[in-house]
């Protein structure tokens, strides 16, 4: 017989009667806290800048690429241009132009004079990268340089002073290391946050020792802007489902999902996506993961399928958007790509790859056994909210809006994506009505952790020239095709994050992808990167932040209403590879088409 829950569904949201955050010294550490990431992201790279010497990098005749564009001096030369001038550490010099090299063309324009030249330069917007043909040892190669205001700082100075040998030595080391480190990691032997923390200490220690990486590089190495979207897209997120946002919407699908399994696939699968747009994939799989098991117990079929297709729904729906999970996070910050080309460029591929996943999970989802149910849960109310949890939202969902307002415009008026999650995050912690010593539980403390120790570890790697070799591998490999280079650094991606989980590769691979000599324009490489993360996020089940977190619910509920699945009580790494890694190889296969055909449309 089935019992009927008198009580809610879900836990009362923590919602303030009374401001009682004067006897709590920890909720104004936390304000003082992200009071300061507001202003080092507003002003910490100017002071980046100003410490390693390139708050201003080259005069303003070299223009935003850094590099003097001169007459040859007569008239019969192919091209009456002639590269001056490249400044160390500018976009002209990262692309690999050389003085002396001739300019025949820029952004598919006949060049005949510096000031037109210049002009093309000067007005085109920042973190553009214009095509740029050049005669180099008598032929015509193609070229493409990012455009921007300020060079990126090299880090590389101090290791470039060791001999050869010591540069070698100084790198295999750190190699060595940081395989040990993600060998740990992989195999979950100990806390990540306190592994992060120990191999994070022992880079700058042993940087310190080696003379190529300090405490004070150590700290520039840690990328505050993506600490900050992530603390502040947190604060919402938590508040939302505090206040039984989230729990709504997922009751009301239930409803519509009734008994039927290809139903309740597809629209879990789908409230998945949506919600992963904007919220941390763990509070989404915290959610839906539970009300599947409690359909499949009630309806009768293993809840494993749906629950790894739920799993990559968030991963697609976090590659979506700019602020949708971690990869996205700090390719934006990194980077500086705003609001709108994420979802311009992303979000279809995306939409197409759920319709893949869907195919892929129905044909799949024979693998797994029948279940077994000794005890069918508690059927569920519908979750009411309050009319104080209901004034939450309403203030919840304005601040959202207006920071997705502001995000778009972020790329037209100079505004700091990081700013302004930090502000309305605070605003929502501080006037939401949300009891502050409970969302400060909520709040993902450990994630900012372990991808600040990550940071700094990779901060020792790029000191170290280790990354850099890695672009100058990668850029070999794609035989000086740019087509070939998106889809190089791609595939790459994908095998790299099946064993590295997806923020730590994209962290890792940042500093490679801004050190190759040549970028294709409208930020395909990084498309490529976000599409590549994805798709090793779905191979495997540590590749998503989600994977683990949703073995642990399986385990637990399987428990609670004694439920016996076949092959044991949980999801299994090759249970998951069964339908994880066909839907990677799909991945690649249909983002490869895309690539290639956003670089033929933008390139012919």
Aim: aromatic share 12%.
């Amino acid at each position: 017989m089935m019992v009927i829950r008198t009580a809610r569904y879900r836990p009362p949201a923590a919602v303030s009667t009374a401001d009682n955050t004067g006897d709590d010294y920890k909720v104004f550490l936390f304000v003082g806290f992200v009071v300061l990431l507001i202003l080092w992201s507003l002003w910490g790279k100017g002071v980046e800048q100003k410490y390693y010497g390139q708050h201003r990098a080259w005069p303003s005749q070299a223009g935003k690429i850094g590099a003097e564009i001169l007459f040859s001096g007569t008239g019969n030369d192919i091209s009456p241009l002639i590269v001056g001038r490249v400044y160390p550490g500018s976009p002209a010099w990262r692309a690999g132009l050389e003085p002396g090299d001739r300019i025949v063309g820029l952004d598919g324009k006949l060049i005949t004079t510096p000031n037109q030249a210049a002009h093309i330069f000067d007005v085109s917007m920042n973190n553009t990268v214009l095509a740029l043909t050049i005669e180099h040892d008598g032929r015509n190669v193609d070229m493409y340089i990012l455009v921007t205001d300020h060079s990126r700082p090299d880090k590389t100075t101090k290791c470039r002073l060791l001999t050869k040998q010591q540069k070698i030595g100084v790198a295999v080391l750190f190699f060595v290391l940081t395989s040990v480190m993600f060998f740990l990691l992989y195999h979950h032997i100990g806390s990540r946050v306190l592994i992060i923390s120990l191999f994070a200490s022992l880079f700058v220690a042993l940087g310190l020792l080696f003379r190529v990486y300090s405490p004070i590089d150590a700290f520039f190495a840690i990328n505050v802007n993506t600490i900050s979207l992530l603390l502040g897209m947190g604060i919402l997120a938590a508040i939302l489902d505090m206040a039984g946002f989230f729990g709504v919407i997922a009751f009301k699908l239930q409803q519509v999902a009734g008994n039927s399994r290809l139903k309740i696939m597809v629209l879990f699968c789908l409230l998945t996506y949506f919600l992963s747009l904007f919220a941390n994939n763990l509070i989404v799989m915290m959610i839906v993961v539970p009300m599947t098991m409690n359909l499949a117990a009630n309806v009768g079929f293993d809840p494993r399928p749906v629950i790894i297709g739920e799993i990559i729904s968030s991963n697609l729906g976090g590659a979506s958007t700019m602020i949708g999970d971690f990869p996205n996070m700090i390719i934006s910050s990194e980077t500086g790509i705003a609001f709108i080309p994420f979802i311009a460029n992303l979000m279809p591929i995306c939409l197409i790859l759920l319709g893949v996943l869907l195919v892929i999970l129905k044909k799949k989802s024979h693998v797994f056994g029948a279940l077994n149910v000794l005890a069918q849960p508690d059927k569920m109310t519908e979750p009411r909210l309050t009319s104080k949890e209901r004034s939450v939202v309403r203030r919840a969902l304005f601040v959202l809006f207006h920071m997705i307002f502001l995000f778009c415009l972020s790329e037209w008026v100079s505004l700091s994506t990081s700013a302004v999650a930090l502000i309305g995050g605070l605003s929502l912690f501080l006037f939401s009505g949300i009891d502050k010593k409970s969302l400060l539980s909520r709040i993902p403390f450990n994630d900012i952790l372990f991808f600040t120790g990550l940071f700094v570890v990779v901060g020792g790697l790029e000191a170290t020239c280790l990354l850099e070799y890695v672009s100058k591998g990668i850029v070999f490999l794609s035989f000086g095709k740019v087509w070939l280079l998106s889809l190089v650094v791609m595939w790459s991606a994908a095998f790299i994050t099946a064993f590295l989980s997806a923020g730590p590769t994209t962290a890792l691979l940042i500093p490679v992808e801004l050190g190759l000599g040549m970028q294709p324009p409208h930020h395909i490489i990084w498309w490529a990167l976000s599409l590549g993360v994805l798709a090793g996020a779905s191979a495997s089940i540590v590749g998503a932040t989600a994977g683990p977190v949703s073995i642990s619910l399986i385990e637990n509920y399987s428990k609670k209403y004694r439920m016996t699945l076949a092959g044991g009580n949980t999801l299994t790494s090759s249970q998951f590879s069964q339908i994880g890694l066909p839907v990677m190889f799909a991945f690649l296969a249909f983002s490869t088409v895309y690539i290639l055909w956003m670089e033929m449309f933008y390139l012919n």
